[in-house]
């Protein structure tokens, strides 16, 4: 039997960690011991190079994503942008090693999805719309669950569970079946989640959809902290204008193709428009 619910403490609980010690309670949570040895010398923390997805459809065939690159470095928030159906989630889903690429391949912390899925799946933290937390596990049965599945040392794991918990405001939820909580507070178990097992890469695939003010301001700390820690973050979104505030570097891809890349400045030397909404409404017009 569960214990019955506790009492929620509101969405006002992620507004209330003030900045400093957002980031103190970062480090201190992501300087915990790790099981995995995680490369200290590449540069390069996730090499995407020539990936190529095509599906077959009734009678054509569909190219999702076409001889897409990019690099991402630790410390860097790169935002790949793009309407509904350009490829980012089919590039997120390569990345993770949940679709084979018919060509190229996908590169993290200097591990191949295809040599070592495996190796690759803990050097990755996934966070997305859809939160997929289990309704019948209260939260900290399912993040503890999570934390063994990636072989996290169960003291390891109970320490951060804490932690992080108390960073993201959900720590007054632990005890709560996940079922029972709100979109904010279920989005912000998820990003607890993909946090766990500290991993060096963070997919992020539209992590505000849904969200009220207050979910959104908590993803946007959550990543400029990614940034300061060291975490290479990829950004995936169509809210432009969050991407602006958000990423160090963009991809615009249109129709699985990377048609622009670099930073704002150089994407406004490319283009000739300032803002990232210009730039994409010009592109896709010229395509």
């Not at 980012?88 to 996908?106: F, H, N, S, V, W």
């Not at 966070?127 to 169960?154: K, N, T």
């Not at 959104?216 to 290479?232: C, D, P, S, W």
């Not at 490319?270 to 395509?287: I, K, Y």
Request: hydrophobic share 40%; with cysteine.
């Amino acid at each position: 039997m569960h214990p019955p619910p506790a009492r929620a403490s509101g969405a006002s609980d992620a507004a209330a960690v003030a900045g400093d010690e957002f980031v103190c309670l970062v480090g201190e949570v992501l300087r915990a011991p790790s099981l995995y040895v995680f490369s200290e010398r590449s540069s390069r923390m996730l090499v995407v190079e020539s990936l190529t997805k095509s599906f077959s459809l009734d009678d054509s065939e569909l190219r999702a994503v076409d001889h897409l690159s990019f690099q991402i470095r630790p410390g860097e928030v790169f935002g790949l942008l793009g309407p509904n159906g350009a490829g980012k989630t089919t590039t997120l889903r390569m990345i993770l090693g949940l679709l084979q690429p018919d060509e190229g391949y996908a590169e993290v912390d200097g591990v191949r999805t295809a040599d070592d899925p495996i190796g690759v799946k803990a050097r990755l933290g996934f966070v997305s719309a859809s939160d997929g937390v289990y309704p019948w596990l209260s939260v900290r049965e399912m993040l503890l669950y999570f934390a063994d599945l990636y072989a996290v040392e169960p003291d390891v794991a109970a320490d951060r569970c804490e932690k992080l918990s108390r960073l993201l405001g959900i720590d007054s939820l632990l005890e709560r079946r996940a079922g029972t909580l709100s979109t904010g507070q279920r989005q912000r178990v998820t990003l607890v989640r993909g946090l766990i097992h500290d991993p060096p890469v963070m997919l992020l695939d539209e992590p505000t959809r849904g969200l009220d003010v207050v979910g959104v301001q908590t993803i946007f700390e959550y990543i400029e902290h990614l940034r300061e820690v060291g975490k290479a973050v990829i950004v995936c979104t169509h809210r432009l204008d969050e991407a602006e505030r958000l990423c160090d570097r963009f991809g615009l891809l249109h129709r699985g193709q990377m048609r622009y890349s670099g930073t704002l400045d150089e994407l406004r030397q490319a283009t000739g428009q300032r803002h990232l909404v210009d730039m994409f409404v010009e592109l896709m017009r010229s395509v």
